[in-house]
Nanobody, 117 residues
């Protein structure tokens, strides 16, 4: 089992920045992909960014150039640096760990990000 705990959400004005953190604990198998997803009220959950265990990152078009995903010194921490935030970035942000070889797909409980105009 893998447990994921997010932190770093909050309320910020448009143009501001936030840094989200996700700490994974338990049986963390490699290779894996960790990522951030978000869900706004009344909308489906959508992918924001992912990073592989070899540090290959990918981003949704809506956040390219503004958000940066990175791993910590170990493979158990992932960050999302969010700059130039917009009101449309308002959502609950969820951390995900996917390890298909090990049939693992774990989610955190989510952290709220609110951007005021």
């Amino acid at each position: 089992q893998v447990q994921l705990v997010e932190s770093g959400g909050g309320l910020v004005q448009a143009g501001g920045s936030l840094r989200l953190s996700c700490v994974a604990s338990g049986s963390i198998f490699l290779p894996n992909t960790m990522g951030w997803y978000r869900q706004a009220p009344g909308k489906q959950r959508e992918l924001v960014a992912t990073i592989s265990s070899t540090n290959t990152a990918s981003y949704a078009d809506s956040v390219k150039g503004r958000f940066t995903i990175s791993r910590g010194d170990t493979n158990s921490v992932v960050y999302l640096q969010m700059n130039s935030l917009k009101p449309e970035d308002t959502a609950v942000y969820y951390c995900n760990l996917l390890a298909t070889r090990w049939n693992l797909n774990s989610w955190g409980q989510g952290t709220q990000v609110s951007v005021s105009s």
